[in-house]
């Protein structure tokens, strides 16, 4: 098992976080004071703990239920961009180095914002963060993936709007909401429409539907990761020490499509018993490229330290494995390769070298 100062001094990369999942509680707090929104309760601890305790129903749609409440305040480009400012400065301070963060933009249009503003309001409060953490010694990275909401029909104006705005920090196309009964192949014209523009795809699927739902992501969508992907599982099978692939899971793991796993939102919502039966711990041992997530961090209650610590309990991975992970996450990353080996090589491999001496030291 690995400590938590250790984890938390490790450099870490984020694929998979929701900017309206992560915000700070007193900032709902403030936010929903100004446009008189009416929250669960106004103190701040308290609202913590309702979220992270309705979230706890073991249903994606129950879960996604109180989203209501950080949409609401994040209506305005001021909103946007506090919370985006912010999400960057929690991360950095928690030893994220590169992050790319969600967002359902067609969700932000209910003060009379238009797509191209609210995306804006979040690129300005990225590079207000960024500043800000490198000024405080903590650089980070951050840019946003744009998502469209799956049961809806806004899809390819998002796609479009992604591709607009792919210089300004936007990395990539995402579809995310409620899985079952909402196929990825609903948005087909989207992602044809960033496939012919040479953009980036992820897609949340094998979360709360299984493998149909990631051959659709993977073969006729495009998608070159999978938010969460957990179901992968239902394709492998496992008797005594014979383990057989089938050919969905093989294609995953040849092709190297990256797994954008999270481990404790997926114990919230149902996909897996506890953190202990996470396949996480035997996609990694079948080399699949596995990656580690927060997914919200407000409503799991939880941080990328958090995150690699319960792994780190529940099956003593090493720092070792940390790294592993982390340079999965970096390699998988929707940025330009030279800037991936940049922190490769400047950053991530010299953090961990620096933290495994000392660890052989104090042995
Ligand atoms: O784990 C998840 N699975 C599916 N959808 C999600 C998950 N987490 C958040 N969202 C949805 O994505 C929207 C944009 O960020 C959120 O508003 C929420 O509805
Ligand atoms: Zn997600």
């Not at 960033?194 to 051959?215: D, M, Q, V």
């Amino acid at each position: 098992m690995v400590a938590r100062d250790v984890l938390h001094r490790a450099p870490k990369v984020l694929l998979h976080d929701h900017l309206d999942g992560g915000l700070r509680p007193q900032t709902i707090v403030d936010l929903a004071g100004v446009i008189g929104h009416e929250l669960p309760t106004s103190d701040a601890d308290g609202l913590a703990r309702w979220f992270a305790e309705s979230c706890n129903s073991g249903s994606l749609e129950l879960y996604l239920e109180t989203f209501r409440h950080t949409v609401a305040v994040m209506q305005t480009p001021d909103a946007l961009r506090r919370v985006a400012r912010e999400m960057v400065l929690d991360l950095a301070a928690d030893g994220v180095v590169y992050v790319e963060s969600r967002w359902a933009p067609e969700q932000h249009l209910t003060a009379g914002l238009e797509l191209d503003q609210a995306v804006a309001a979040v690129r300005d409060g990225l590079a207000e963060g960024m500043a800000e953490a490198r000024v405080k010694g903590t650089p980070i990275v951050a840019r946003q993936i744009l998502t469209a909401m799956r049961h809806a029909s806004s899809a390819r104006e998002i796609a479009e709007l992604a591709i607009r705005h792919r210089d300004e920090r936007v990395a990539g196309f995402d579809i995310a909401g409620a899985e079952a009964g909402y196929p990825p192949t609903r948005h087909l014209d989207a992602f044809d429409y960033i496939k012919r523009n040479n953009g980036y795809i992820t897609i949340h699927a094998g979360e709360a539907f299984g493998l149909p739902s990631i051959w659709e992501a993977v073969q006729l969508c495009g998608a070159n990761r999978l938010g969460h992907g957990v179901r992968v599982i239902d394709d492998i099978t496992i008797s005594g020490d014979q383990v057989q692939l089938g050919r969905l899971a093989s294609y995953i793991r040849n092709v190297r499509v990256p797994l954008e796993m999270c481990p404790s939102s997926n114990v919230q919502t149902g996909a897996v018993a506890s953190i202990a039966d996470h396949p996480i711990r035997i996609l990694a041992q079948l080399g699949f490229r596995v990656t580690v997530n927060t997914d919200n961090r407000l409503m799991s209650n939880t941080t990328m330290t958090r995150e690699f610590e319960r792994l780190s309990d529940a099956f003593d991975y090493q720092l070792s494995d940390i790294r592993w992970l982390t340079l999965n996450a970096i390699k998988s990353a929707f940025s330009p390769h030279p800037d991936r080996l940049a922190l490769i090589e400047n950053v991530i491999k010299p953090g961990y070298q620096t933290l495994l001496e000392e660890l052989d030291q104090s042995a």
